[in-house]
């Protein structure tokens, strides 16, 4: 016998249609997928959950998080000049995690991911210090319920992975995994290679890399043009001149490349991830290149990056990147050619969903609500002292809410939070193991 759900919505935000398919309406739902969605639907047989008082829409689908680093977020909010960030988490702490900081770093982070609405996340996990730390980092992720991303990177402890022109292939254990643990490519978790690209590793060394994630079937996830002096390498350009940019791949960042470059991604389906939030923090970083891309065509995802300087939740990344746009466009800034004059509240929650989706190449499975898709899906409290009384539930939503607003969610048609609460989880061993780690971490 099939499980089915009923939704009864207030106000149901589908993301189907621009600009953003707003009714009243039903969903049901039949083992873990959406079958239809109506403004009235006759199902006797099924579950019924009440949200007449609720926002009904997409998860949130975050492309960028380091998870790992979860348990010591916030050691860098004041941190001077910003490459402290990398001396302090590449350098210094990450080489000391054991493959239990990692899972508790992990599992604390996507328990958070969900608490505040995102149904799927690409965790970028360049922490890969032995297979074990890979194990644990996956462990996690499954065990929290998320639709889940694996973004496998490289080792903090073998010398020569993170220097300029390296020459260490990416860790061969990755076949490994695609092998054990997602020969699915349909299961909630996926693999993706975090890979090092032309501003960290040789020519023949991210080649090999990108060619090796192909081999595998698998999408490549790459940081790119953050800071001048990344900018200045021309990696988007590098690996145009071989020809092998493509759709299955996804930038991060991109403040600092240059226009020409931007136009290589517009020209080849390749897919943007913008931090804004952490971006708009680390001073030096670049301007944020909404207006750039947006001005060729190229709509960006959103990601919380990292949470040792800024919040990762997505309400915090769409009104930063909302009021950064208005900002800089709008005081004449912007240097892009006939950019966009404003972008819009429904703009934005777009990138935190439909754009996500399509950057982790998932836009047929997730990102909006439409029969045929999994039942990924959130529930906003109309009622909060802090929303009511609603007259826009997408400008409610951008604008006014916070992770506390958010009642329900739900991955594939499972319940992870009711009521406000995260479903099955033990606080206090979550709370214990969290302190333990981060003690043993920042230890001297
Ligand atoms: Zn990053």
Not at 70 to 93: G, L, N, S, W
Not at 120 to 140: F, K, R, Y
Not at 233 to 258: P, Q, V, W
Request: charged share 20%; proline share 5%; with cysteine.
């Amino acid at each position: 016998m099939s499980e089915r759900q009923l939704i009864k919505c207030g106000y149901l935000i589908t993301m189907e249609n621009a600009p953003g398919g707003i009714s009243a309406g039903q969903i049901l739902i039949e083992d873990g997928k959406i079958v239809h969605v109506a403004p009235q639907i006759d199902a006797a047989d099924a579950r019924v959950i009440d949200a007449s008082d609720m926002i009904v829409m997409p998860g949130f689908v975050d492309t960028h998080r380091h998870t790992w680093q979860t348990c010591v977020r916030h050691r860098c909010a004041d941190i001077h000049p910003p490459f402290a960030y990398f001396q302090e988490m590449m350098f210094k702490r990450g080489p000391r995690y054991r493959p239990e900081d990692v899972w508790i770093g992990n599992y604390l982070g996507a328990l958070s991911a969900i608490d505040g609405g995102v149904t799927t996340m690409l965790d970028w996990s360049q922490i890969q210090n032995t297979p074990e730390h890979s194990d644990a980092a996956v462990d996690a992720l499954q065990q929290s319920g998320i639709r889940a991303v694996f973004g496998h990177g490289w080792s903090l402890t073998e010398a020569g992975s993170r220097t300029p022109n390296s020459v260490r292939p990416h860790p061969a254990d990755i076949a490994r995994l695609r092998r054990e643990r997602f020969s699915s490519d349909d299961s909630l978790l996926t693999l993706v290679m975090a890979g090092r690209g032309p501003e960290i590793a040789s020519t023949e060394t991210w080649q090999s890399d990108l060619k090796l994630a192909r081999d595998l079937g698998i999408r490549s996830s790459i940081h790119m043009g953050a800071f001048a002096f990344n900018g200045a390498k021309r990696g988007i350009a590098e690996m145009n001149k071989y020809g092998m940019l493509g759709d299955d791949i996804t930038f991060i960042h991109c403040n600092s490349s240059a226009d020409d470059e931007l136009q290589m991604i517009a020209d080849n389906g390749v897919t943007v991830s913008l931090g804004v939030y952490v971006e708009m923090n680390s001073p030096g970083l670049g301007d944020i290149p909404l207006d750039r891309l947006l001005a060729l065509g190229v709509r960006p995802s959103l990601s919380g990056d990292t949470e040792t300087l800024g919040s990762a939740d997505m309400f915090t990344q769409m009104r930063s990147a909302l009021a950064y746009y208005r900002s800089y466009v709008g005081g004449g800034h912007s240097r892009a050619v006939n950019p966009p004059e404003t972008i819009t509240t429904r703009d934005v929650l777009q990138f935190a969903t439909v754009e996500g989706a399509r950057a982790n190449g998932m836009l047929h499975k997730i990102g909006t609500i439409a029969p045929g898709k999994s039942a990924d899906i959130i529930m906003i409290r109309l009622s909060e002292i802090n929303l009511l009384p609603v007259i826009d539930p997408v400008a409610a939503v951008v604008i006014g809410c916070h992770p506390g607003n958010v009642d329900t969610v739900m991955v594939e048609g499972r319940i992870l939070k009711k009521d406000g609460k995260l479903v099955g989880i033990d606080l206090a061993d979550i709370r214990q193991r969290a302190h333990e780690s981060q003690h043993y971490i920042l230890a001297d």
